[in-house]
């Protein structure tokens, strides 16, 4: 009974530990195959972002890989984890909506303005910004522009590449008889969504062929009409010699009346600016109250409350991402083992504000 017993204890004793082994020798198994981060940001290589069971100050390696975070797309790496290797796809995403903002809330027009002038002061009014896409397209041309006092309430939305939309930006057009600022005026609302540009290089190259082929044929063209120019002016220079032996007594008089003629044809004609019988001046459109000159932002002049929390600007983002990169891989630094991102903070008082030439700064986090 009782080497019945020990068995059993034995028995267990070691199925226990041939567990436990087991245990402590799997391999740690991944979440997922792919994971996603945010364009610009660094990877985190917290081994809890891969593995389930890994501890939260662990780490993984990056072995190999071509991971580009300035650039969407699906890549491939190769990372290393207690010794063991794993092919993982990281996608780089942009979730981030696009801003538009206008310099100012309403634009004055005159009623009868010129639609050109109208259209051209309502994009020269919108600040478009985002996170990855630099170029978009331009607002779509406003149509059957009142002739009437009205206020358009005009409501756009700007959607960016991976598909994320702005919120919704209103700017108030008036037009009125006198130019000027106006209350309760009957009001109509239009909505128009833009997107990013695209590629036109294809077009613009069919259409250079195509104006090339037009200059070929005009030129063509002028050739052929210069050669039959030359032949009727060596026929009629024939013919004009002739006349001229058989009339010597006429060759003056025909010379004075070409003469006479001729300054005729060149006598100017009563311009319409110098009080001529052309007509008056016509009367100069205003299109919008006359833009202030803003200040163009600088490194120097940056504001203080639109520094990150490294409390540095910089000129381009080449400059921005090399400090803060050697910050967060140096030990002794306040901000190693930190992530960063790194933006160019939007301030409609500056000049140059949303079009990519604004200073870059550094935020810091955990």
Known sequence: MEEEIMRKRFFSAGLLTALL???CSSKPV?????????????LDLSASCFFDSAGKSDKVTVKSGNLDIQKLGTYAITIAYEKETYDVKVKVVDKEKPVLKWKKDKLIFKTGTDADKVNSAIRENAVITDNYDKSFQDLPDMKNLPKTEKEIIYDVQVKDSSGNVSDKSTLILQFT??????????????????????????????KTKTASKKDTKKKDGKSSDSAASNKEGKATE?????????NDSSAPSKQENSNSQSSAEKKPKPDAN?????????????VYPP?????????????????GNSGRAFS????????????VKTEGSPWYGYYMEIGQPFDGNYANAGDGSTPWTV????
């Open 291 to 307: 833009e202030e000159k803003l200040p163009v932002m600088t490194v120097d002049n940056f504001l203080s409350n639109l520094l």
């Open 177 to 206: 008889s006198d130019g000027k600022k106006k209350e309760n005026l009957k009001q109509e609302r239009t909505s128009v969504s833009i997107t990013v540009e695209k590629n036109t290089a294809k077009s613009e190259e069919k």
């Open 238 to 246: 024939s013919k004009v010699e002739e006349t001229a032996k058989n």
């Open 30 to 42: 991944l979440k997922a195959k792919e994971i996603e981060v945010s364009v610009h940001k660094e």
């Open 363 to 366: 935020e810091f986090f955990k």
């Open 21 to 23: 082994l087991m245990g």
């Open 274 to 286: 110098t009080g001529g019988s052309s007509g008056n001046t016509a009367e100069p459109e205003p």
């Open 316 to 327: 381009t983002y080449d400059e921005a991402y090399a400090w803060a990169n050697e910050q």
